[in-house]
């Protein structure tokens, strides 16, 4: 019997900036369909774990692997082609680029056409479709945060980390796109990493909650035993 490698390991993983150590000693397995929501107070930390992930900011100390091969001492080029799919905070689409030429840059590290990989995110998120030769920086907020979700997308990552998706978007559009990465992980097997505050959103989508608290994981749980928990919600969350 084969056993799987998880698609992201991490080991007392810690980091910061400069001599700032903001993330200490985190630990962190996902596999392949699991949904992890990362949630925490504001400064606690939740974007720099994700950006030394993802070899943005150097580890300080411990390991991240993915897919089975040590990367913790990495840049970040050698994240998408092992199949990790980021959507940072803030979205950062090319404003001046049509959706299609944005979608055709999360597309670099692809061998061969990418016709398949347009199918896909257009098959996920019709919208796109329909606005795709249109400037990025003409789409409402929620339009930009799915054109991110979809450039990342199209490299076809076996996990899509994203820091705050639903920052600064519609209500209605929150929830077209908690329904389509619940999609994408049921039908397509990619492994969820979300950071989020609104609890509703990642209802949708999490199966498990990861609490950071001061750079710390202090707390891992199924995801519904913390939407029952108004005493958990308010000590970590303060709602
Ligand atoms: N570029 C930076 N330089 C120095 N400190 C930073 C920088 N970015 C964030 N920090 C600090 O790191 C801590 C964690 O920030 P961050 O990871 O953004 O938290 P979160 O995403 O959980 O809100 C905060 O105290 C913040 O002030
Ligand atoms: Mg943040």
């Known amino acids: 019997m084969v056993t799987q490698k998880p698609v992201l390991d991490i080991r007392g993983l810690s980091g910061g900036y400069g001599k700032l150590r903001v993330v200490d000693g985190v630990d962190m397995t996902i596999s392949e369909n699991e949904a992890i929501g990362l949630i925490g107070r504001n400064g606690s930390g939740k974007t720099t774990l994700l950006k030394i992930i ?50 055709a840059l999360g597309a670099t590290s692809v061998k061969g056409k990418i016709s398949d990989s347009y199918e896909s995110v257009y098959e996920l998120f019709p919208v796109l479709h329909a606005i795709r030769t249109r400037r990025a920086g003409a789409l409402s907020g929620g339009q930009q945060q799915i054109l991110a979700i979809g450039r990342a997308l199209m490299s076809k990552p076996k996990l899509l980390i994203l820091d705050e998706p639903t920052e600064g978007i519609q209500p209605s559009i929150i929830i077209e796109i908690a329904e389509s ?15 989020e505050q609104r609890l509703d959103f990642l209802n949708r989508v999490a199966d498990h909650a990861h609490i950071m608290d001061r750079g710390s994981i202090v707390e891992r749980l199924p995801f519904d035993e913390l939407s029952r928990s108004p005493e958990l919600q308010q000590k970590y969350l303060g709602v």
């Open 181 to 195: 990465l619940k999609r994408l992980s049921r039908e397509s097997g990619v492994a969820l990493l979300v950071v």
């Open 54 to 103: 993802m070899g943005l900011l150097p580890a300080q100390t411990g390991s991240i692997s993915i897919a089975g091969e040590d990367l913790s001492r990495k840049g970040a080029w050698t994240r998408c082609p092992r199949g990790i799919g980021y959507v940072p905070q803030g979205r950062l689409v090319f404003p001046r680029l049509s959706v299609e030429d944005n979608l």
